[in-house]
C-alpha cells in the first residue's frame, strides 16, 4: 500500500475511546450527534469555545476579505496566517472532549525549549510511596485549559470557521498560548514555574516537574508532581494549596480531591489501608468497547 493509500485508509479507520466511537472534525460528530439523537459532542465544542471565550483567547478584528486566490487582503501586518482544528475525545468517565488546536507546524520554528513539565512515572511513584511513608495526604487536580493560563510571543492570526458560530469567517488574532503552537508548552511551562516558586515550592534537583517545600511545622516535605497540567499533590492540607492556586492564580481546577484515577491508573485501598494502583477503570472500558463491537463472551 503507497504511503498516500495507507494516509487516506488511516483517517477513515472508526476510533474508539472507552467505548464511544470518535470523529475527527466538526463536520462528522455534528452527523454523529444526529445519528447519536443527542448533542454530546455540540455540548463539548460549545463548551471549550465559551472557555477559550473566557479566557479572552483571540482579539477580533472583523470579517476578512479574501480575494480570488484565496489571501487575506485585510491581514494585520506582521502577522502569519495559519489553521486550527478540534480534537476530540472521551475521559474515562465518559464525559465527551473537544479541544481547539492550533496547526503550529505553520509557524517558524524555534531555538527554545518547547515542551512543557511532565514528570517521570518512576518519579511520580516516589513521591507517592513518601506520601505513605509520612503519612500524608495524597491529591490528584487537573488545571483546565493550562495552555489559556499563558500569553504567547507568537504573530499569528486564524480565519473563524463554522465551529465559532457567528464570527464564522472573523480575522481572530491569537492571543493566549493555544495547544498546538510550537511555543505554548514552554510559556506554560514558564507561568507554572512562577506559581511554584510564589507558593514556597523549589523545583528538585533529580527531576524539575516535581516541586517540593517543608511543610508549615517543619516535619515532613510536601510534593507537587507536573504531569503538564495533571498534579500529584503530596500535602499536609492539599486542599488549602488547591484553593491558593482556585482564588491566588485563577486557575481553574478539575477532579480536586484524593487522588482516584491519575494517568490512565486507578488508586484505591484495599481493607488494611494500603495503596494500590491498578488499571481497572481502562479495562473496564475497553471491556464495554470489545461487548459493543464484537458482542458480549459466552461465558456471560
Known amino acids: 500500500m503507497s504511503k498516500g493509500n495507507k494516509i487516506k485508509h488511516s483517517h477513515h ?39 477559550i471565550n473566557d479566557y ?14 484565496g489571501q487575506v487582503v485585510n491581514a494585520p501586518e506582521g502577522y502569519k496566517k495559519i489553521r486550527v482544528h478540534l480534537v476530540f475525545a472521551v475521559k474515562h468517565d465518559g464525559r465527551h472532549k473537544a479541544r481547539l488546536v492550533a496547526d503550529g507546524h505553520l509557524t517558524r520554528n524555534t531555538t527554545e525549549g518547547a515542551y512543557s513539565g511532565v514528570v ?72 507554572l514555574f512562577d506559581v511554584m516558586r510564589d507558593m514556597g515550592f523549589s523545583s528538585s534537583k533529580n527531576d524539575p516537574d516535581i516541586w517540593m517545600r517543608p511543610s508549615r511545622d517543619g516535619e515532613v516535605y510536601e510534593y507537587i508532581a507536573v504531569y503538564v497540567d495533571d498534579l500529584a499533590i503530596v500535602a499536609k492540607d492539599p486542599a488549602e494549596i488547591c484553593q491558593i492556586l482556585r482564588d491566588k492564580f485563577k486557575f481553574k481546577l478539575k477532579g480536586d480531591g484524593p487522588l482516584e484515577y491519575h494517568l490512565g491508573c486507578g488508586y484505591w485501598r484495599d481493607p488494611d489501608g494500603t495503596l494500590v494502583a491498578d488499571p481497572k477503570k481502562y479495562i473496564e472500558k475497553m471491556m464495554e468497547w470489545y461487548e459493543k463491537k464484537f458482542g458480549k463472551s459466552l461465558g456471560k
Open 13 to 51: 479507520n472508526i476510533k474508539y475511546m472507552f467505548g464511544y466511537q470518535i470523529q475527527r472534525d466538526y463536520e462528522e460528530v455534528m452527523e454523529l450527534d444526529r445519528t447519536n439523537g443527542n448533542t454530546k459532542w455540540k455540548e463539548a465544542i460549545d463548551l471549550e469555545l465559551k472557555q
Open 56 to 69: 479572552q483567547k483571540f482579539k477580533d478584528l472583523g470579517k476578512a476579505e479574501i480575494n480570488t486566490k
Open 120 to 191: 517521570s512515572l518512576r518519579n511520580l511513584r516516589i513521591v507517592m510511596f513518601l506520601s505513605e511513608l509520612n503519612a500524608v495526604k495524597l491529591w490528584g487536580a487537573d488545571i483546565g485549559n493550562a495552555y489559556l493560563e499563558a500569553f504567547t510571543e507568537e504573530k499569528i492570526f486564524i480565519v473563524a470557521g463554522p465551529e465559532f458560530g457567528d464570527r464564522k469567517g472573523h480575522i481572530l488574532i491569537i492571543n493566549k498560548a493555544l495547544y498546538g503552537l510550537r511555543t505554548s508548552g514552554a510559556r506554560w511551562h514558564d507561568r
